[in-house]
């Protein structure tokens, strides 16, 4: 999508080179009409598929998965919780996920009774990079034999081969902006 | 409004007579419907008068933020972020707000540039009970020398107080679904 390219080279800021924050627009500060459009994308992607429900992890993709949500025909969301110690609530799927921005692991939780066996699912974030946040909330998605359709993100950074694992695993992808790399500080878009 | 009314007491979890849990609807799982018409509401209530800006705290907030920002125009939402130690970042606006539901304090940020002298700032969030975390936004809006409106919440303890405090500070207040008391267990409404 053109229009999240050019914000990420107009707003996006490169940090170690495969790192990019991209606060003033996604997460932090949110652009509704590019989120609007975005999801807007996401429906015409998925258009004959039925999907029951959307799954995304806060804070960042809330906002994203409630856009998708509201054009796939007011689906309800859920979001995946991120609990700071183990978690003694038996009640809930857990999954851990190794963030890549950060390089720490964190326990995410959904409650058993907001997924559910055959529920057709699909996960929404806001980035897609190594494809640890999806494979964890694929991983309770099984936890709860409910059905994964495939992903779709804002950005993609697909030198880093989220994208890659999970096709190989048979998860549809969507991204609204593909980066290849960055080459001297600056994106190159697929 | 009755389509908030009716959830609560269908699917609320009433804990310790002042806590009342929805997550099936609204803190975990969301219900895309029902915050579109709260969100719809907010519109109505607004009539009229300019908002530049919403502003929430993640991570409940931020789905009611983003439909609330599309109803209004498609403007900008911002969500103050919850750090867990004191930042260092001097870029940023700070207040520390009491959590009333779990009894600790902790420390939000907003980044300096997302909100700017003069803007029209409209609170949004999932709850109002005390009013502390409207009364933390509203310091960091002061510090960057925004204007609050109000504060849109979709559901308010009124018996905690947080309304009566921030009327009697000038600012206007609009909640989805209003309580008055917990009786038998059961949620009386205005």
Redesign the interface.
């Known amino acids: 999508m053109k229009i999240i390219e050019e914000k990420i080279l107009r707003e996006g800021k490169i940090i170690n080179n495969d790192i990019i924050k991209v ?2 627009f996604l997460n ?6 590019l ?2 459009e975005f999801a807007q994308e996401v429906r015409e992607w998925m258009a004959g598929r039925r999907v029951d429900k959307i799954l995304t992890i ?2 960042s993709g ?2 994203i ?3 998708v ?2 054009q796939l025909g ?6 995946a ?1 991120k609990s700071k110690s183990a978690t003694v609530d038996d009640n809930v799927y857990k999954s851990t996920i190794k963030s890549f921005t950060r390089n720490v692991e964190s326990e995410v939780t ?2 058993k ?2 997924l559910k066996e055959g529920e057709r699912i699909l996960i929404v974030d806001d980035f897609l990079a190594e494809g640890n946040a999806a494979f964890g909330l694929i991983n309770i998605c099984n936890q709860a034999k409910a059905r994964v359709l495939g992903l779709a993100a804002v950005v993609e950074k697909r030198f880093q081969g989220g994208r890659e694992r999970l096709e190989k695993e048979g998860y549809d992808v969507f991204a609204g902006a593909s980066i290849k790399e960055f080459k001297d500080n600056v994106p190159i878009f697929y």
């Open positions: 606060d003033s932090h500060q949110i652009d509704v009409p989120i609007h806060e804070a809330i906002a998965a409630y856009a949500a509201e007011a689906i309800p969301l859920v979001f919780k959904v409650a009774p907001y």
